[in-house]
């Protein structure tokens, strides 16, 4: 039932963007580089099976046409990268003599996920590339694909095979950093830049559009200096932790991802009496989310969780992650310790150690993220600080550490407290950003920011899912 719902709603977030094909102009004629220009000679673009192709060194290329000064427009074509390649597709920019930052604004061609510590390289197709970057594996290497970027007014849409990946509204007098001061929208031709590797671009068309004003939401200039100083720096702005809950289809959770500026991973919870609990369910569900712009998270639930799923189909997930808020006593009550009615914390630092063994087994499963971590019943809430003693920190991030294992940083329950993030970042403990949220209104990212100004922590800190093959499950 729930799959059927997911799938309903998805048909909604396939929407393409319709446009006049007659007053589209082709921008490339398929047989040679006339009205395109190279300022770096010898280029490095040549063309092949009516495709440009640019290959090995860095080079930039420049539509120079009798007209070319675009401003409103949607911009189409066909790609396909050999692997390792990167480039890029600059629009509202001039004929740059092959500087490193040209005018305008560039969209990211990466299809091969580097993962963590790979730098710039996490970022993938799609991307506003240091405005909005784009983490989630969403295309891969050796397939033709299609790639849309419309740009109306002070908005920036991008569709990958028509399905929109990001989108940027430029406030007035926006944040940029020195490198970047020109990427603003203005008007200008259209680019490919090479960074590395092999990419064949066709089919190029530009469809100009009417000067219309879009109808903005209002911007907070605040907001969006804080989002893009953080995508910038590539710092991987990534919520790994959202349900599809109270409401929240994943329509909106997509929407609201966009306009946030924070890439989602949308966790279904799987586990015996929850909505995912064998193989069959698992992959039904990974198949009805197959084309949406997130991340796919696995929330593995209750202790025996490895026995209802093969590593092979929990393995679709990008991620696996759990927590230990559901576990049975050493008196055999199972306890679940959000719900009051269903804990019994009885003497306090008898319940804390008890926690910490749980917590100590529980991180030798094959998972990636410990999430909602450090959370103890509302009872004894209050006396987090106390209760969590230096002894007690350090036995959980030593087991963080030996097992390999993620520590999220939770924005609805606002824990771990800064002392423990500050004690795990000594340890080389890796960070992920999550909500856990109930709905759709409690997507708030406060705590997190909280986190890196107090903690200051940067782009290497943070963990990223690891490749297709190297994953844990993968390894039993
Ligand atoms: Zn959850």
Known sequence: MKIKI?????????????????????????????????????????????????????????????????????????????????????????????????????????????????????????????????????????QWFNLKISVLDKEIKVFLNNIQVASYTEPSNPWRPEDLKNRLLSSGTVGIRNIQGKVSIKNIQLIPQKNELVAQTSIDREYDKKITQLHA?????????????????????VIISQNKGINYGIAANCGLRFPVTNNGELNAYMNSIENAAIYRGMQAEGREWMTLFS?????????????????????GFRMRLWIKEETEVGDPNMFMDELVSKIEQILKEPIDIYVNPTFIPEEIAARYNELWTTERMDRVINA?????????????????????????KQAGVKFSFGTNNLGKDDLNYDYCFEVLDEVGLTASDMWMPRKQGTKKIQKL
């Open 311 to 331: 590593p092979d189909t929990a393995a679709r997930f990008d991620y696996i992650f759990t927590d230990a808020m559901t576990w049975t006593n050493n008196k």
């Open 233 to 253: 720096a590539n710092f991987p702005l990534i919520d790994f932790h959202v349900h599809l809950k109270g409401g929240l289809t994943l329509e909106d959770a």
């Open 6 to 142: 997911l799938t309903t709603v998805l048909a909604f977030c396939l929407f393409s963007i319709s446009f006049s094909q007659e007053k589209s102009i082709s921008l490339f004629n398929g047989k040679d580089l006339k009205n395109w220009l190279s300022p770096v000679v010898p280029s490095v673009f040549t063309i092949e099976d009516n495709a440009i192709v640019s290959q090995g060194k860095s080079g930039a290329l420049f539509f120079n046409g009798k007209d070319k000064q675009f401003q409103n427009f949607v911009l189409s074509c066909d790609i396909k990268t050999q692997p390792e390649a990167i480039a890029e597709i600059i629009f509202h920019t001039d004929l740059s003599k092959g500087q490193e930052i040209p005018k305008g604004y560039s969209i990211r061609i990466q299809n091969t996920y580097k993962g963590a510590n790979s730098g710039e390289n996490i970022k993938l197709t799609g991307s506003i590339d240091r405005i909005r970057n784009v983490y989630f594996p969403f295309i891969k290497d050796q």
């Open 400 to 424: 963080l550490v030996k097992n390999d294992v993620a520590l999220e940083i939770n924005a609805r329950y606002k824990i771990p407290g800064i002392e423990f993030i500050k004690k795990a």
